[in-house]
């Protein structure tokens, strides 16, 4: 299979969406607790919610930084399955 170029696209335009709407949702229900900045001493639901909190508040970094984790990811992937699993 060759790099699909829109398959990147798409990845990236689809994790910036998730990653700018889950934090809006995820802000409505965001107690005082996961609004803490003192993550390391909550259990793991209410770290997440607490992450997703303070995306809201810095939606463009925190899009720029997913969007390169994905776009990283997918391009790693497609060179993985080049070199090792399609030859």
């Known amino acids: 299979m060759r790099f699909s ?3 990147l696209s798409l990845s990236v335009l689809f994790a910036v969406l998730l990653n700018l709407s889950l ?10 607790t996961q ?6 001493d909550m259990n793991l639901w209410n770290q997440i919610v607490s ?24 391009l790693l992937a497609d060179l993985f399955d080049h070199h090792y699993i399609s030859k």
């Open 51 to 74: 992450m997703l909190y303070h995306h809201s508040m810095v939606p463009v970094s925190s899009s720029l930084i997913v969007a390169a984790i994905v776009a990283i990811s997918v």
């Open 5 to 7: 170029l829109t398959v």
């Open 23 to 32: 934090p809006l949702l995820a802000k409505q229900f965001a107690t005082n």
């Open 35 to 40: 609004k803490n900045d003192q993550m390391k």
